[in-house]
């Protein structure tokens, strides 16, 4: 679809100058972004680990600049040539390549390809998909995969580890609310209230995984665990896990290398299953997002949030770079 109109709009900008990356919010047009099947206008985004290597020139996420990052965005249809979607549409659209080579939700609008569109489901407002967003999406999955396995909240703790970051807090608040026992990891032991205000059972801290002795098999201290971190945190949780438990891995914030043994596999019957929201398959996209929308609907988003416009993205860039962040960002792209 061509965008004739030299209509100009507002995106954030991320561009090198002097060896180093800079974000600002600049005027771009319509005739700037991709030529694909529909146009959003976007009216929220949220703020992810990958926008912020997007934004600081991680060439592994990003190709070439100038660039606009966001991997989630929330709009409504402005035009479409896909028969699917029509003007004034509510959709969601996360991850595929939004925000990485295609340019993305920290901008008024994107240009996608129709398959990347999730038509926002009867039960959640825009702002409820992107408090949600891609980190929501990755923790329900992980949660799924728990739930699946017939583990119930009768059978034992389940453990959050990374418990202050998107996915993490997301993991904690739903869990809790089906009615889990969460055991909630973090290092930032000051984010305890927030982490017992989404319903964490108890809080510790990340060492008290770590800092056991090197034996293949530990005492089961949780029936699951969902793993946000990887590496060495991950082998600790595994051999840490009751018989018949799950263990869902999403992270590699440790290290993508895990050096582990088999006995908890084939002594206690623990399952290791990966969790990746990145290239989900579009039935099980759609499965979740209406799930979240109806009977696992979060009751916890209000205290999972903080909402910020394009203009103070750069400060909050640097935090998540930083491991400061806490919870989820809302990116309101309207609001300046």
């Not at 990755?138 to 998107?166: C, M, R, S, Y």
């Amino acid at each position: 679809m061509t965008h004739h109109e030299s209509h100009s709009f507002l995106a954030l900008v991320a561009e090198e100058s002097n060896d180093t990356y800079t974000q600002t919010v600049k005027k771009r047009k319509l005739s700037d972004l991709p030529g694909h099947d529909v146009l959003v206008r976007v009216h929220y985004s949220s703020l992810n680990y990958k926008d912020s290597l997007s934004a600081t020139g991680n060439k592994g996420v990003t190709k070439k600049y100038p660039f606009t990052p966001g991997i989630d965005a929330a709009g409504i249809v402005e035009q479409s040539a896909d028969k699917r979607f029509n003007k004034g549409d509510k959709v969601i659209v996360t991850s595929y390549d939004l925000g990485m080579n295609t340019p993305g939700g920290f901008g008024h609008y994107i240009s996608v390809p129709g398959d990347w569109i999730v038509p926002l489901p009867e039960g959640l407002n825009l702002k409820e998909s992107m408090i949600i967003g891609t980190s929501g999406l990755t923790a329900a999955i992980g949660v799924e995969k728990i739930v699946k396995q017939h583990i119930a909240p009768k059978d034992g703790f389940i453990l959050v580890t990374g418990a202050t970051g998107g996915v993490g807090s997301f993991a904690v608040g739903l869990l809790s609310q089906l009615g889990y026992s969460v055991i909630a990891a973090t290092g930032k032991m000051d984010q305890t209230g927030f982490l017992k205000s989404l319903g964490a059972s108890e809080v510790i801290h990340r060492d008290e995984i770590t800092n056991v002795p090197g034996k293949p098999l530990l005492t089961g201290r949780w029936i699951a665990a969902l793993d946000t971190v990887g590496g060495s945190m991950l082998d600790a949780v595994i051999r840490q896990t009751d018989h018949n438990g799950v263990v869902a891995c999403c992270g590699n914030v440790l290290g993508h290398e895990l050096h582990t043994n088999v006995f908890p596999f084939i002594l206690r019957g623990v399952a290791l299953m990966g969790i990746d929201s990145g290239i989900a398959l579009m039935a099980d996209r759609m499965r979740i997002w209406n799930l979240l929308a109806d009977e696992w609907k979060p009751r916890f988003l209000e205290e999972l949030h903080r909402e910020t416009g394009l203009q103070n993205l750069t400060e909050e860039i640097q935090k998540i770079l930083q491991g400061k962040q806490v919870g989820k960002v809302l990116v309101n792209v309207r609001s300046v």
